[in-house]
């Protein structure tokens, strides 16, 4: 069986990591806004992840993941050199940035992984950006720089001050639209609470917005249905239809809902995994 | 001479009260002496009227003379030059509606067992002939396959056979198809489907795994950067169908979809995988189709105390096949026919962790009037009839719609107003040259053995194609 390799490994900060996986046909062909879906081994579940780079000539595609879940904890015990079982994408929507001449990318804690390929995509395109990104804390600031390189302004924002301005990411952006920023189009990633107050910012400014889903998702290719969410009053299949959708149309609470369903499962996994991990080292 | 009984042997099973709680198969096949017996009530007619109800159109008396002359590995080798998983059709295939509805014996008693012989041949030489099959010649023609299902399995076999350089591109990361993710362990183990799948890589069938055809390479890009002369497109059944009524969305609400390929694909059943699924206490099934006997069985041995089938028509009219509906009611699922549901509840609690999933399912009594234009009894709704049930899981089970995937990146691809490709009938060719489908993709949900037919038929025409260019 094909194994894919770890080509590199690096901590962005002590729950964020970046990777870069060893997948050539993905690397030639992802766009930004597309996922890819993976497993660490062979008793493994399927985890979605949005695509956060890809070198076509290295055959590497980046992956940012925050550490979370059993599965998470795995992958970060993963070192270079080493291989995980499976590694299929480019899934999804590629999102759409033709004829956009000023946009805000909103960035909110490891969703800045995944805006950042769309800030570069704009960049690249002549697009004017504006990013606004946000962490919790100073310790969790994330590929700064990467947004400073693609943004003819950008805004850093902590909840608790420790770094840039304090506060939330709407309050920059509405600060934004009042100094009368005439944005084409909102593209807004982060955690669904933080997307939904975007959308309901945006919507009193009438400001289009793209938000980006990543739900519970078992095979990713428009099979299993557990992707669904509602878009203006409709069923839709994040994998096949999204991962990119209208914010303003989207229902986030039944989203939020349906976001928490193995939380249990997720809390008493990871536990299990990191006390196997302390037992190894000890 | 022929054995008489006007019954066939009846297949050995676990009892209903164990295999409600195991995921064992269900089940356990002939001895051999019952093959033997059940092999003479055969009477080897020359019409061999059963053959004209197998889809890949098995040489059944050929064989079952064979089971009777105790040359098992002969009969293999007659049903495998017309079937690539002769241990699955054995399974899962309705015979009742195919081969066993001609069989002459059938028109006073009970037809020949043919599927249990099958099944009964299949096992034996998958347990007692260790030689690995003679790899035909190449000659030197590449043909791609999309999808590693029943069709595109039986097509990738005949065109190995015939020498073609086969590659099978598969989605997921395991090879089968719906034969993996949807049909459950008790009734097609996992282990039958590889060591088909093994059967078919022996023969020079190379299985890629994780390649999503469409997005990582397109139908063209096979064809002109790779040097695949023809491509088959067998890519099953889509996106879960729902009712579009209020509460489908809750946490618990699953599509039959899901719910299968959590437990059988990613095993969800074992301590040892990583993959959740939820224990439910109640549980309601929405639909009357083998998916729907399916995912109801594997609730109750996930631990359920009450499964229902909820089905808006009669006993009679029920999709699935005869056999699943009384292992189920065997099983003690419980069927709630002429009813349909109405909306889902939310649980009714404070807990903000609870608070979003299934509290229980209304449903409305139903009765059926004249036929509608699927010649079924249209079912209409009693009104005042609404009663709760009372449940913490619903599976939706009524169906699927096509995967959009392969559709939405292949230029010229003609599908119709539900999203099937459309074939040119018999062997499958798509409105693009060298571009053949059949399976679910083209027919909507159907059974393993029809697209294990269409698979076949589409070889031959792959074959003649490419030989006549």
Same mark, same amino acid.
């Given at each position: 069986?094909?194994?894919?390799?770890?080509?590199?490994?690096?901590?962005?900060?002590?729950?964020?990591?970046?990777?870069?996986?060893?997948?050539?046909?993905?690397?030639?062909?992802?766009?930004?806004?597309?996922?890819?879906?993976?497993?660490?081994?062979?008793?493994?579940?399927?985890?979605?992840?949005?695509?956060?780079?890809?070198?076509?000539?290295?055959?590497?595609?980046?992956?940012?993941?925050?550490?979370?879940?059993?599965?998470?904890?795995?992958?970060?015990?993963?070192?270079?050199?080493?291989?995980?079982?499976?590694?299929?994408?480019?899934?999804?929507?590629?999102?759409?940035?033709?004829?956009?001449?000023?946009?805000?990318?909103?960035?909110?804690?490891?969703?800045?992984?995944?805006?950042?390929?769309?800030?570069?995509?704009?960049?690249?395109?002549?697009?004017?950006?504006?990013?606004?990104?946000?962490?919790?804390?100073?310790?969790?600031?994330?590929?700064?720089?990467?947004?400073?390189?693609?943004?003819?302004?950008?805004?850093?924002?902590?909840?608790?001050?420790?770094?840039?301005?304090?506060?939330?990411?709407?309050?920059?952006?509405?600060?934004?639209?009042?100094?009368?920023?005439?944005?084409?189009?909102?593209?807004?990633?982060?955690?669904?609470?933080?997307?939904?107050?975007?959308?309901?910012?945006?919507?009193?400014?009438?400001?289009?917005?793209?938000?980006?889903?990543?739900?519970?998702?078992?095979?990713?290719?428009?099979?299993?249905?557990?992707?669904?969410?509602?878009?203006?009053?409709?069923?839709?299949?994040?994998?096949?239809?999204?991962?990119?959708?209208?914010?303003?149309?989207?229902?986030?609470?039944?989203?939020?809902?349906?976001?928490?369903?193995?939380?249990?499962?997720?809390?008493?996994?990871?536990?299990?995994?990191?006390?196997?991990?302390?037992?190894?080292?000890? | 001479?022929?054995?008489?009984?006007?019954?066939?042997?009846?297949?050995?099973?676990?009892?209903?009260?164990?295999?409600?709680?195991?995921?064992?198969?269900?089940?356990?096949?002939?001895?051999?002496?019952?093959?033997?017996?059940?092999?003479?009530?055969?009477?080897?007619?020359?019409?061999?009227?059963?053959?004209?109800?197998?889809?890949?159109?098995?040489?059944?008396?050929?064989?079952?003379?064979?089971?009777? *002359?105790?040359?098992?590995?002969?009969?293999?080798?007659?049903?495998?030059?017309?079937?690539?998983?002769?241990?699955?059709?054995?399974?899962?295939?309705?015979?009742?509606?195919?081969?066993?509805?001609?069989?002459?014996?059938?028109? +006073?008693?009970?037809?020949?067992?043919?599927?249990?012989?099958?099944?009964?041949? *299949?096992?034996?030489?998958?347990?007692?002939?260790?030689?690995?099959?003679?790899?035909?010649?190449?000659?030197?023609?590449?043909?791609?396959?999309?999808?590693?299902?029943?069709?595109?399995?039986?097509?990738?076999?005949?065109?190995?056979?015939?020498?073609?350089?086969?590659?099978?591109?598969?989605?997921?990361?395991?090879?089968?198809?719906?034969?993996?993710?949807?049909?459950?362990?008790?009734?097609?183990?996992?282990?039958?489907?590889?060591?088909?799948?093994?059967?078919? +890589?022996?023969?020079?069938?190379?299985?890629?795994?994780?390649?999503?055809?469409?997005?990582?390479?397109?139908?063209?890009?096979?064809?002109?950067?790779?040097?695949?002369?023809?491509?088959?497109?067998?890519?099953?059944?889509?996106?879960?169908?729902?009712?579009?009524?209020?509460?489908?969305?809750?946490?618990?609400?699953?599509?039959?979809?899901?719910?299968?390929?959590?437990?059988?694909?990613?095993?969800?059943?074992?301590?040892?995988?990583?993959?959740?699924?939820?224990?439910?206490?109640?549980?309601?099934?929405?639909?009357?189709?083998?998916?729907?006997?399916?995912?109801?069985?594997?609730?109750?041995?996930?631990?359920?105390?009450?499964?229902?089938?909820?089905?808006?028509?009669?006993?009679?009219?029920?999709?699935?096949?005869?056999?699943?509906?009384?292992?189920?009611?065997?099983?003690?699922?419980?069927?709630?026919?002429?009813?349909?549901?109405?909306?889902?509840?939310?649980?009714?609690?404070?807990?903000?962790?609870?608070?979003?999933?299934?509290?229980?399912?209304?449903?409305?009594?139903?009765?059926?009037?004249?036929?509608?234009?699927?010649?079924?009894?249209?079912?209409?709704?009693?009104?005042?009839?609404?009663?709760?049930?009372?449940?913490?899981?619903?599976?939706?089970?009524?169906?699927?719609?096509?995967?959009?995937?392969?559709?939405?990146?292949?230029?010229?691809?003609?599908?119709?107003?539900?999203?099937?490709?459309?074939?040119?009938?018999?062997?499958?060719?798509?409105?693009?040259?060298?571009?053949?489908?059949?399976?679910?993709?083209?027919?909507?949900?159907?059974?393993?053995?029809?697209?294990?037919?269409?698979?076949? *038929?589409?070889?031959?025409?792959?074959?003649?194609?490419?030989?006549?260019?």
């Amino acid at each position: 069986m094909d194994m894919y390799r770890i080509l590199k490994k690096e901590c962005l900060n002590p729950t964020v990591t970046l990777m870069d996986i060893e997948a050539p046909l993905i690397a030639k062909k992802a766009k930004p806004g597309q996922f890819i879906i993976l497993r660490v081994d062979d008793e493994g579940e399927r985890i979605p992840l949005t695509i956060a780079g890809t070198d076509k000539e290295t055959g590497a595609v980046t992956i940012i993941f925050q550490i979370v879940g059993a599965t998470t904890e795995l992958l970060n015990h993963k070192e270079e050199g080493e291989s995980i079982t499976d590694f299929v994408g480019p899934l999804g929507r590629p999102t759409e940035t033709e004829g956009l001449k000023k946009v805000a990318v909103v960035g909110g804690g490891v969703g800045c992984a995944i805006a950042l390929p769309i800030a570069r995509a704009l960049h690249e395109q002549g697009t004017e950006v504006h990013s606004i990104v946000g962490f919790r804390t100073k310790d969790l600031v994330i590929l700064e720089k990467e947004f400073e390189a693609c943004s003819s302004k950008m805004v850093m924002m902590t909840d608790d001050g420790s770094y840039g301005t304090k506060g939330l990411v709407t309050n920059a952006l509405e600060e934004l639209i009042n100094a009368g920023n005439e944005y084409d189009e909102v593209i807004a990633i982060g955690p669904m609470i933080m997307m939904k107050f975007v959308c309901l910012l945006t919507k009193k400014y009438n400001v289009k917005t793209v938000i980006s889903m990543n739900p519970i998702m078992v095979d990713g290719t428009g099979m299993c249905g557990g992707c669904r969410l509602i878009v203006g009053g409709e069923t839709k299949f994040a994998c096949v239809d999204g991962p990119d959708f209208d914010g303003h149309l989207v229902d986030f609470d039944s989203a939020m809902s349906r976001s928490i369903i193995y939380k249990p499962f997720e809390v008493a996994d990871h536990e299990k995994v990191c006390n196997l991990f302390k037992k190894e080292e000890a | 001479m022929p054995n008489m009984s006007l019954k066939k042997n009846e297949m050995p099973q676990q009892d209903p009260n164990v295999r409600n709680k195991n995921f064992s198969e269900v089940a356990l096949g002939y001895t051999e002496e019952q093959a033997l017996d059940e092999a003479q009530r055969c009477l080897g007619c020359k019409a061999r009227p059963c053959m004209k109800g197998c889809p890949v159109a098995i040489k059944i008396p050929e064989f079952i003379a064979k089971v009777a *002359a105790g040359e098992y590995e002969e009969a293999y080798q007659i049903i495998s030059q017309d079937s690539s998983l002769p241990a699955v059709c054995g399974r899962v295939c309705p015979q009742e509606s195919q081969c066993e509805k001609f069989c002459v014996r059938g028109k +006073k008693g009970e037809p020949v067992g043919i599927g249990r012989l099958e099944r009964f041949v *299949a096992d034996w030489h998958r347990e007692n002939v260790k030689e690995d099959p003679v790899v035909p010649e190449k000659n030197g023609h590449k043909v791609a396959i999309v999808g590693a299902g029943p069709a595109g399995l039986t097509c990738a076999g005949d065109l190995a056979r015939m020498g073609y350089d086969v590659t099978i591109f598969e989605a997921l990361h395991l090879a089968g198809g719906v034969l993996i993710y949807g049909i459950p362990e008790f009734r097609l183990p996992k282990a039958i489907v590889q060591a088909e799948v093994d059967n078919l +890589k022996k023969l020079g069938v190379k299985v890629e795994t994780n390649m999503i055809i469409g997005k990582v390479i397109s139908i063209d890009e096979l064809m002109e950067d790779y040097g695949f002369e023809a491509v088959f497109i067998g890519t099953g059944a889509g996106l879960p169908r729902f009712q579009n009524i209020p509460g489908e969305n809750l946490n618990c609400v699953y599509s039959a979809n899901e719910y299968l390929t959590r437990v059988n694909l990613m095993k969800a059943f074992k301590d040892t995988t990583a993959t959740p699924i939820i224990r439910s206490k109640n549980v309601a099934v929405v639909g009357g189709g083998n998916v729907a006997m399916d995912a109801a069985r594997t609730a109750k041995r996930l631990g359920a105390e009450n499964v229902y089938i909820v089905y808006r028509r009669s006993d009679e009219e029920l999709p699935a096949r005869r056999e699943e509906v009384e292992h189920a009611k065997e099983e003690g699922i419980i069927f709630k026919l002429l009813c349909n549901p109405v909306q889902i509840y939310p649980k009714d609690t404070d807990d903000k962790f609870q608070k979003g999933f299934v509290g229980g399912m209304q449903c409305i009594e139903m009765e059926l009037g004249e036929p509608d234009e699927s010649g079924r009894r249209r079912p209409i709704k009693k009104p005042g009839s609404e009663f709760d049930l009372d449940v913490d899981c619903v599976i939706i089970a009524i169906g699927t719609s096509p995967n959009p995937l392969i559709k939405d990146t292949t230029e010229g691809l003609d599908t119709n107003r539900h999203g099937c490709i459309v074939t040119n009938g018999e062997d499958g060719l798509t409105s693009r040259p060298h571009v053949y489908a059949g399976g679910d993709a083209v027919t909507g949900a159907a059974t393993v053995i029809l697209a294990m037919g269409a698979g076949k *038929a589409a070889a031959a025409a792959i074959d003649k194609d490419i030989m006549n260019k």
